[in-house]
């Protein structure tokens, strides 16, 4: 097992959720030309507006389970940033909101506050969550004439679940 997880289930499942961020980053940052405000509907979130929605589920969930390690800001200032520069780095501060707020949860042996009956249960959801929309995004960018190349995307993606080497 690689060092950064010291053999235990915990490493490995606070890796799978780092890993799980990057592929989101590297999504973002892989996107098209004009792919930021792809949709699969004209009534569906935009690619962007996805990304948003996905850093404010993070925060409000973290608020709502663990307030001692929620942002000052409000969640809610998310659902209209569009930049894609400011979603990556909110991308990255709510990654490490959840992780730090499942850790300390799971170590303490702590329940968390309203939804989940363990703090697993949260970092699954959210990946579930997260699973979901990364897939709504490749369907609205292939919809919008931007489809991603798995020869491209998939070193982005799919590899980092699978690498052996972290």
């Not at 800001?73 to 990654?95: C, F, H, M, V, Y």
Request: aromatic share 8%; hydrophobic share 40%; charged share 20%.
């Amino acid at each position: 097992m690689p060092e950064s997880n010291n053999g235990s289930l915990l490493g490995a499942v606070l890796d799978s959720w780092d890993r799980n961020n990057r592929i989101l980053v590297n999504l973002l940052c892989a996107l098209p030309p004009g792919g930021q405000h792809a949709r699969v509907m004209p009534t569906s979130k935009s690619v962007v507006e996805m990304f948003a929605h996905m850093i404010y589920v993070r925060l409000i969930f973290v608020v709502e389970d663990a307030p001692e390690w929620a942002a000052p800001e409000d969640p809610e200032k998310w659902l209209s940033e569009t930049d894609p520069e400011r979603l990556a780095a909110g991308l990255e501060s709510s990654a490490r909101a959840v992780r730090d707020a499942v850790e300390d949860h799971i170590r303490s042996s702590q329940p968390m506050q309203q939804h989940y009956d363990h703090p697993l249960l949260f970092l699954q959801h959210m990946i579930w969550h997260e699973g979901y929309h990364h897939g709504q995004i490749k369907l609205a960018l292939k919809v919008a004439g931007h489809p991603l190349q798995d020869e491209q995307i998939g070193p982005m993606t799919w590899d980092i679940w699978m690498d052996k080497t972290r």
